[in-house]
């Protein structure tokens, strides 16, 4: 007997729409994608959109893609969780965001729980539909390949399935009970990477999460990168590709990209700031006075970096080195 | 006599769980320590993944994240959730070692909601790997808090699956033969689970604890064996690496 | 007038098919060739992927192998036969280019096997990537010898699938929508395909060569539209180039 | 309806089975797996095991393990040909073999059919089961993710399918006919690699081609290294391990071991070697005798390259650096 979640698909798509969306939207040339956040946004970050994030929720996450979002005030986004923290947070601070794949969202880990996060789920502002962290990585990935759906053996057995989208299938050479994960296509999303060269391709270092899958499954991919390096990076090494050109529609030169948040090799997590910004979580005028000091305020990523100061920057690379 | 807190008791339990030689999913927070604390003691050979994709890392002190630099430190290899949670579904993760806010008499973890889900009292992060890692994982072991309510007969949402409504459970949902919790380590006490009908089973008592007390502060019939056991204290050595790790206090507190 | 050699003609005529800033699957042998070719002269932003994982090379001489060195040489990126073959499920492979020992009215493709399968007559190497490029690929062009018994009605063995038994086959079949062979050259000509019934259809003669060759050299009724083409033949440059790809005449010849 | 192909399943495993194994066999620890040809051979290369070679059948292929398997006259195994040229022609050569999951086999693309490989099939002695050089790369993917199967969309509508032991198959979400393909579970890989260390981590240049997966499905996995480095190179930049060290059973150091194949980045092709050895393969005379001269008459890999001398080896690094 087939089960079956009864969560919303958030985002549904079959795989000869994945097709015919690569057929005619995505570039196969080399041609030069630079660009700023602002355009970006402009351009690829519609209202109601769904959205992923690269990186692991506050580490290696894109800072100058999400402030930009809130900046633009883009509205009714849904967003997949797979360990969404300061990330999903300050888009549901600039009120973004109407639903969540959740696997891992509205809390930071070691440092507990969202106020923020919790508080627009607990009134229902935010819906969420439940998922785990391998289930949304291979739902990504069935979208990667080209896929309708992937099989797994997670899932099953639980109420996270219960309300979730997924079915059960049986195997057709084991006739053993599977759970089956339908194909994930993202509207959007923004990686941020330590470097990339102006076609779209890319270097992560350190666990890609689920980004090289993310990439390949997104209608449109927006890359913030620590640094733009000439092609011959690439060229010379090209095991070294993470994300290959194709799949990447903008590049933004974004060093310190993930501040305040982690990013492996570069900087360390900004403690203070983090800390700051959980509590001004506690309620919606902190929250705001927050937003107004370090989005509406500032014109851009540069603006906000003056406003971190470079001392406070090169003692994150500090707090990195010595790990 | 060696002072410790409860928060320490709890770390030396659990990392006294971990064999050496073999390998361990870890979840944020207590979990980590664990794993750090038993690679510092008894199992140098301990191999842990991180569900971001870190595996065998020398991890130099408590990260923040299951995810940061820390988490990758000097790893032998960096891939992702789908890397970590394919070799756990291949069957070459032992260990889960996970944290919940509810855990029930069959080893069922809550970590989603309280109340209902749509309007829901407390909305708590979700699953994040532990579904997976509790799912494909040969052994899981689980800390929690030991309050009544936070280990209930039935949990509000089934996270994490243990022995889901017991025997055979596991099998007919269609999960990997042979998995299922293994430990719950609260501040009071170490359990286990009953072979026969897969509910919860005491072990042993941390020092100074008594059966009363456990009885009272557990939400449904604990199984009580024959024999009791005490829990092995954390050692000065424990509680010198412990201080190692987490210089901060952050999760050991100060 | 350029001399030119038949191999030259074909080499000619297949890179003319191909535009510039598509992605295209090449086979090895004379695909290879017209790929580099196009590249070298109106196509210089045409993106060569090789099943092996090479994705958009700056191929210095003719490789080998479609996994040799020569086809990894400053590629952007390099993944595996998966990572290829996934590119093309998605939809972004634009055009597969492939040789086959026979090609049929349809344009299915054997490169398998010559008589019975499980006592072969003749072996041949199997699909390799070609059914998977074919498969997943918008559009397929194929290199063949223009002799009856390599043009037959019917494929001794389907490796891979063109239009199947006609018009729907593929659909039916399960093969992505508006997909399918698309361009066949020859040493006599070039071809392609009816759109209403799915079958081979003329579209040009090789310079030289008589509509009745064409008509006695093919294994079955070939549509004959009521204008044919001739086909443009290789410039002085593209024989330059052909030189440049292919120094020691490997594929080209001497 | 269901179709499927009626080829044998040469290498049938469930994903019970690949736990089960992984379980019981596979080293958790970070041991010193340092060994010779000989030694893994005698220990995991047994009469009628199923092989799979890593590489592209005449690129980065292992050659020491090949001649050390004909050498020690292992018989009746079964292969896979996800594009296996020398590699396989060698094994048959050496009467090693007894069937072939067939992707590309029996000939050595711009080179040509292989006489020996056509002989061997074309007079029974080894039998064929069809696949595609994707769909093998998916069978040992669906191995290495720990699943019974994986969807595709290739293979349908063919002969390929037919002679293939394949299924078709619905998808639970989309109602569409997908092609169904069983986990290939290798009972022995044998994988060449430009770098690894002592317990087994590797990193390959340039294409993998399918290589990280088939380490991770395979249930003894052997690798031969052009150099043995420290650990630290590999916990210096995690993200460059291509294999990680719990896959793998043997770490074997063979710098030139791919010739007289290609290495990228390393060594061309020994290409006057080749045009002798197919010219050998016209008759079983003459290929006993390139057996006798290049296998049985030498005690090692060692011993083999200084019979094609140091000379050769430099020239063929030198027709890799000009391409």
């Not at chain 1, 888009?91 to 973004?96: F, S, T």
């Not at chain 1, 993310?214 to 090494?237: G, Q």
């Not at chain 1, 948040?261 to 927050?290: I, Q, R, S, T, V």
């Amino acid at each position: 007997m087939i089960e079956e979640g009864h969560g919303e698909l958030l985002s549904a798509c079959t795989a000869d729409e994945i097709r015919e969306w690569n057929r005619k939207y995505k570039a196969r040339g080399l041609i030069d994608k630079t660009a700023t956040a602002r355009e970006a946004v402009d351009r690829f970050v519609k209202d109601g959109a769904y959205l992923a994030i690269g990186g692991f929720g506050h580490v290696r996450i894109s800072m100058p893609m999400i402030y930009e979002i809130v900046r633009q005030k883009v509205k009714h986004l849904r967003v997949s969780g797979h360990t969404a923290v300061h990330d999903l947070d300050v888009l549901i601070a600039g009120d973004c965001v109407d639903a969540v794949d959740v696997a891992y969202s509205f809390a930071f880990e070691t440092r507990g729980l969202s106020k923020n996060g919790r508080r627009a789920v607990e009134s229902g502002r935010v819906k969420c539909v439940e998922w785990t962290n391998g289930a949304l990585s291979w739902r990504i990935k069935a979208a990667a390949m080209g896929l309708p759906f992937l099989p797994a053996r997670n899932m099953l057995g639980s109420d996270t399935f219960n309300f979730s989208a997924a079915k059960t299938m049986v195997c057709p050479f084991t006739g053993q009970k599977l759970a089956a994960l339908p194909a994930l296509m993202p509207d959007v999303s923004i990686i941020h990477v330590h470097y990339a060269d102006r076609y779209g391709n890319c270097l992560v270092r350190g666990t890609t999460v689920k980004d090289d899958d993310l990439a390949k499954a997104s209608k449109r991919v927006i890359v913030t990168a620590e640094r733009i390096v000439p092609d011959s990076f690439f060229r010379d090494a090209p095991e070294r590709t993470t994300i290959p050109y194709f799949c990447v529609d903008a590049v933004i030169e974004a060093p310190w990209g993930s501040h305040p948040c982690n990013m492996p090799y570069e900087y360390y997590f900004d403690n203070e700031h983090l800390k700051d910004y959980l509590k001004a979580g506690a309620n919606e005028k902190d929250l705001h006075a927050y937003l107004d000091r370090w989005v509406y305020s500032v014109k851009d990523f540069e603006e906000y970096l003056d406003l971190v100061g470079i001392k406070k920057l090169y003692e994150l690379r500090r707090l990195e080195e010595l790990r | 006599m060696t002072d410790y807190t409860p928060i320490q008791m709890m770390a030396a339990v659990a990392s006294h769980q971990l064999e050496d030689g073999v390998i361990v999913g870890v979840g944020t927070g207590l979990p980590m320590i664990a794993g750090l604390l038993a690679q510092k003691t008894h199992a140098p050979n301990l191999i842990i993944f991180f569900e971001s994709g870190c595996m065998a890392p020398q991890v130099p002190r408590l990260p923040l994240s299951v995810g940061d630099s820390r988490c990758v430190h000097r790893a032998v290899a960096a891939t992702g959730l789908a890397g970590i949670m394919e070799t756990g579904q291949r069957g070459m993760i032992d260990y889960a070692f996970l944290g919940g806010a509810e855990v029930d008499m069959y080893g069922n973890i809550n970590s989603t909601v309280l109340g209902d889900h749509d309007s829901p009292k407390v909305r708590l992060p979700g699953s994040g790997g532990a579904n997976d890692f509790g799912s494909l994982s040969w052994r899981t072991i689980i800390i929690a808090r030991h309050e009544k309510d936070k280990l209930p007969e039935r949990v509000n949402f089934i996270t994490t699956p243990g022995y889901i409504d017991g025997p055979g459970s596991r099998e007919e949902a269609g999960l990997p033969p042979g998995t299922g919790p293994y430990r719950v380590i609260t501040n009071l006490a170490l359990m286990g689970f009953d072979e026969d009908t897969c509910r919860m089973k005491l072990i042993s008592l941390h020092p100074g604890v008594t059966l009363e007390q456990v009885i009272e502060n557990t939400g449904f019939d604990l199984i009580i064996p024959e024999e009791i056991e005490t829990s092995t204290p954390p050692t000065d050595e424990d509680l010198l690496r412990l201080k190692e790790i987490d210089p901060d206090g952050i999760i050991i507190g100060k």
